[in-house]
T-cell receptor, first 116, second 115 residues
Framework: DGGITQSPKYLFRKEGQNVTLSCEQNLNHDAMYWYRQDPGQGLRLIYYSQIVNDFQKGDIAEGYSVSREKKESFPLTVTSAQKNPTAFYLC???????????????FGAGTRLSVL | AQKVTQAQTEISVVEKEDVTLDCVYETRDTTYYLFWYKQPPSGELVFLIRRNSFDEQNEISGRYSWNFQKSTSSFNFTITASQVVDSAVYFCALSEETSGSRLTFGEGTQLTVNP
């Protein structure tokens, strides 16, 4: 079945450690996104990529990094510079092209990151 | 700048009641799109509907209906005869032509349907 796979489901980070969240899609979508969700809050955009080897910062990119070497994959690294990383992280993808604003974003099941 | 407001943080109803979730948005664009997503306890966001700024027709899909009113910048969502399985967090979101595919989300409304 086509879809978006995020792994792991739960992740724990030690102080000073970088951790990487995986996001893979087999929908043949060009665009991919990372969001952060805190309790009782909406989703905030961290990074997005509209095409391979290109990505843009979202609203809260500080302390995070991404890469887009393959169309199917968009991993997110939470670096030690992110002082409050505990949150639920959601990855999404959409068909891109000139019709960008109307494209529906489809989401993975999320990764819950906690700090030890 | 674009903004989406969902003033109802939590709503609790008894099964079979009708419930309306409010969504108010702000944008300077004339071309924009509005979305509703459902987030069940499992965490994954599920797409429900998309509406563009030029189409103010209300939409009905089974027990779900949406009322889009440009005059009040609102895109409200009604569930008729609610069921326990409707319990979830519901998000309203906005994308603008000038912002490409970026979505701005409201803070969500937690709906609890009690048996």
């Amino acid at each position: 079945d086509g879809g978006i796979t995020q792994s792991p489901k739960y992740l724990f980070r030690k102080e000073g450690q970088n951790v990487t969240l995986s996001c893979e899609q087999n929908l043949n979508h060009d665009a991919m996104y990372w969001y952060r969700q805190d309790p009782g809050q909406g989703l905030r955009l961290i990074y997005y990529s509209q095409i391979v080897n290109d990505f843009q910062k979202g609203d809260i990119a500080e302390g995070y990094s991404v890469s887009r070497e393959k169309k199917e994959s968009f991993p997110l690294t939470v670096t030690s510079a992110q002082k409050n990383p505990t949150a639920f992280y959601l990855c999404a993808s959409s068909i891109q092209g000139v019709s960008g604003p109307k494209n529906i974003q489809y989401f993975g099941a999320g990764t819950r990151l906690s700090v030890l | 700048a674009q903004k989406v407001t969902q003033a109802q943080t939590e709503i609790s109803v008894v099964e079979k009641e009708d419930v309306t979730l409010d969504c108010v948005y702000e944008t300077r664009d004339t071309t924009y799109y509005l979305f509703w997503y459902k987030q069940p306890p499992s965490g994954e966001l599920v797409f429900l509907i998309r509406r563009n700024s030029f189409d103010e027709q209300n939409e009905i899909s089974g027990r779900y209906s949406w009322n889009f009113q440009k005059s009040t910048s609102s895109f409200n969502f009604t569930i008729t005869a609610s069921q326990v399985v409707d319990s979830a967090v519901y998000f309203c979101a906005l994308s603008e032509e000038t912002s490409g595919s970026r979505l701005t989300f409201g803070e969500g409304t937690q709906l609890t349907v009690n048996p």
